[in-house]
């Protein structure tokens, strides 16, 4: 359908510091309830595949819309968690450590492949953007190389899609508990470990996450207690069909975190593993199809960092 529009243009705000901005060009704003805007922003809703910071756009050609993608490769909602994200990259970085945030699966390029596919020249075609404020170097070099002729965005995109505002609406945990799972029964210093497996529990329980352990919370552990096996063991299993998430760390071999791995994977639930920096994990554990992420750290701190960045994400 041919859309008949007027459309409000402002060119480049010399207020705002782009982090890219080819010669010669210039991104273009439109009011938010810009009819193309709105088909953009119903692109990154039902196409967008990174759920952290989805970008939609259309192609526009003679008033009508004829090609639409999002970022994340097009794949629409999915879950992942961004090595990006858990490690803090500054904007516009570090896009080479996360398979779903190279830059061929950024909307533009997603946008002209799906324009190409069906076999819509996008000569002369603008773009209209919902979910970003600006368009990184590959991005402007597959529009340009497109022959598309003008990037819109929202009038306010660089406030209303600012890394922190779009942070504070896609960063919000639908998780309600988490089972800490690690050694016990064969670690060095079981104390320091514990204590350890208390600040995993903490920074669960700030995010609104109830943390089970299993020194502090199962009463039968044959650690503390010289408990019977098979309670353990039915205690240990429950957990890990109980609870959302099973958050385990795997720097030491442990025969029980093993098999507590495979039971929250037999309960449909998904696993964040942890290790220390330097030490070996099983190749069993990490291949394990429940695991969503699996980091390194080299403290504590470091640890828990790390862990909120990835909860935050599930």
Known sequence: ????????????????????????????????????????????????????YP????????????????????????????????????TGTGYDLCDLHLSEGHSEPSLMKVALEEGIDPTGCDVYMYGHWWACEPCWQALIDSGVRDLYVTEDAHDRFSRDKVYSQTMSTSLKSAYIAGPITNVENFSEQAAFYVALGDTCEAMGITARIPHRDNSMNETLSGGDPSQVYAWATGECENNDVTVAEVSVPSLGTGGELVE??????????????????????????????????????????????????L
């Open 55 to 90: 970008v939609g756009a259309v192609l526009v050609k003679d008033g009508e819309v004829v090609a639409r993608a999002g970022n994340g490769f097009n794949r629409g909602k999915q879950v992942h968690v961004c090595p990006r994200i858990v490690l803090e990259c500054p």
């Open 1 to 52: 359908m041919v859309v008949s529009v007027s459309i409000t243009v402002i060119m480049m705000n010399p207020n705002i510091e782009y982090p890219y901005m080819p010669t010669g060009r210039h991104i273009k704003y439109v009011p938010h309830d810009h009819v193309f805007m709105q088909a953009a922003a119903q692109a990154r809703e039902e196409c967008a595949g990174d759920p952290s």
């Open 264 to 313: 929250a994977h037999h309960c449909g639930k998904p696993i964040i593993l942890m290790s220390k920096k330097g030490s070996k994990v099983s190749r069993f554990v990490l291949g394990n199809p429940a695991v969503v992420y699996h980091f390194e750290y080299d403290s504590q701190e470091d640890a828990c960092r790390k862990l909120k960045n990835v909860l935050k994400q």
